[in-house]
């Protein structure tokens, strides 16, 4: 089975700095899908940003963007010019091309300083 | 936002009693999961349906069970709550797989907080 790895239970930045949180994955598949999701104190989970392991490149979203590393089984989130609003739990999760359900990592616990 | 609601949001309950919670969705997807979150787990899949009486199990199934009448309706019972299932609970849905490719993103529920003493 998949397992993601996210090894920084707890990570802070000060606000307008940029900072990277780390995720890694097991796979023997070679087509799937990544996730990075952030879970407010509201306990909503919003989606961040994705991307698919046949795609070379790192997908961006605003602020967000990854550094994919396929071979290495690595998938990074950096966040630019942080912001007081982007303090939340960060979950790294994987998914199988058609598979049902995804694979969550323990979660990196992201403080922003003013 | 997708329409999905949980109910109840919050709920204590003791050892041994039943409880089932309820899982409600507006957008007609076919998937419907139910996942925990519990601290240094992140969330784990309990069960998860395909369609209207069509489920499975997930990673972590032992002590649940689920129900599928209706597409917009998921419902998980603990049969007999123990204290190991005070968690988070949180519902998912999902379009079918896509044969061309591209994404099949889940959108969750708020959560529903279940303690069981």
């Known amino acids: 089975a998949q397992t993601v790895t996210q090894s920084q239970p707890e990570m802070s930045v000060q606000e307008a700095e940029t900072v990277t949180l780390s995720c890694t994955y097991d796979?023997?598949?070679?087509?799937?899908?990544l996730f990075w999701y952030k879970q407010p104190p509201s306990r909503q989970m919003i989606l961040v940003i994705r991307?698919?392991?046949?795609?070379?490149q790192n997908a961006t979203e605003n602020r967000f963007s990854v550094n994919f590393q396929k071979a290495a089984k690595s998938f990074s989130l950096k966040i630019s010019d942080s912001q007081l609003g982007d303090a939340a739990m960060y979950f790294c999760a994987y998914r199988s091309l058609w598979g049902n359900d995804m694979r969550f990592g323990a979660g990196t616990r992201l403080t922003v300083k003013p | 936002d997708a329409g999905i609601t949980q109910s109840p949001r919050h709920k204590v309950t003791e050892t041994g009693t039943p409880v089932t919670l309820r899982c409600h969705q507006t957008?007609?997807?076919?998937?419907m999961y139910w996942y925990r979150q519990d601290p240094g787990h992140g969330l784990r899949l309990i069960h998860y349906s395909y369609g209207v009486k069509d489920t499975d199990k997930g990673e972590v199934s032992d002590g649940y069970s689920v129900s599928r009448s209706k597409t917009e309706d998921f419902l998980l019972t603990l049969e007999s709550a123990t204290s190991s299932q005070t968690s988070v609970y949180f519902c998912?849905?999902?379009?079918?797989?896509?044969?061309?490719?591209?994404?099949?993103?889940?959108?969750f529920g708020p959560g529903t907080r279940l303690t069981v003493l």
């Open positions: 957008e007609n997807h076919r998937y």
């Open positions: 998912a849905i999902s379009g079918s797989p896509r044969p061309s490719g591209g994404y099949n993103e889940q959108f």
């Open positions: 796979t023997s598949e070679s087509d799937y899908y």
């Open positions: 991307q698919e392991a046949y795609k070379q």
